[in-house]
């Protein structure tokens, strides 16, 4: 099946006046969602460092800190838990090891530098995924990657699964653009180890293989799939073993925040965080309308993450689980990149006549 390379443009136009004025009142709501969200987060904070709790990064630091001095990881994870009063129970409160174990092999500042090279590399990558496309969106794209990603020098990003993993699986999408399989799904295995929450990119880039009738590219994300799925299942045998009566157990995820909490985690996982709430907002919704009309098979795969992750996210997230929208850094901001094609499509589609069909769909990657 071939993906159509401008599928906005292939809208019948009450759709695509539809998808206008839902994109406008979203990028206004955003600017006043973004100040109430804020808010909330403000509060929940103070009111968890009031009871006693500390902050997530300092768990993962406590543990990190026990591992490189020769502990089991879940020995120690478990102790850290406790300390911190976090949750043991389900599997999932507990993050895999692969962190810990890494850091303990080459050090926080080993991965302080992998956290750059990874930034620098998206920035290539997005350059060469796009430059076939034309050569404003090869710049922009890259140049985007480059902004987006600037959350990769902060001094805690040692300790943010999330982040790192964001990291490889934008790079994953973009090696995914050019075809290259191999690179991309090593990446992407790489990022759910890191955080199983990244789990969903593969569940799309297989249900987008098997769109495009790709079926050895299917098989292969079936393959990794399972080997992942025996991975956690592992995991989850080992913090079973270190349960012990009086854990506590998480209260679940049905926060039912809405798309304004995932929204605000882009935000503050950003640049945009720094500009003036009346233009962050506006640029916090409009990347994904820009994937939307990337078109091809990495339109489909992009615009099937990240609008299923936001509506995910909006439905179980709790307010304290803002930072899961680092998974989408800093291959989001990229959607930027093809808003004049966006423009453009919709436009077109618009002046059609009601009565006139879409063009015939073209060949897209």
Known sequence: MTLPARPLSRLPRWAALALVLVTLLAAVWNSFALETRNTAHEADVAERLGRGERVDMDLYRAINARVAAGEDYYAAAAIEHRSFTMPTSPFVTVRTPVLAWTSALWSEDGWRIIAVVLWAANILAWFVALRDRGRFEGLAGAGLAGLSGMVAFIADIPF???????????????????????????????????????LPFLLAWGAVALLAQDRRQARAIAVVLALLAIGLALHAAAVANIRQPGDLVSSGWHGLMGPALPLYGIHIST????????????LGVLPLLGWFAAGGRLGALASLWFAGFIAAAAIFARQENLYWMGLFIPAYGVGLAFLPRAVADLAAALRRPSWASPTPASPGR
């Not at 994953?172 to 295995?189: D, E, F, Q, S």
Request: aromatic share 2%.
């Open 160 to 198: 943010s699964h999330e982040l790192l993993a964001g990291m490889m699986l934008s790079l994953a999408l973009a090696l995914a653009a050019r075809n290259a399989p191999i690179g991309g799904l090593l990446l992407a295995t790489c990022a759910v180890a890191l955080r199983e929450l990244a």
């Open 271 to 282: 640049l945009l965080q720094t500009l003036p709430i009346w233009l962050a907002g506006p």
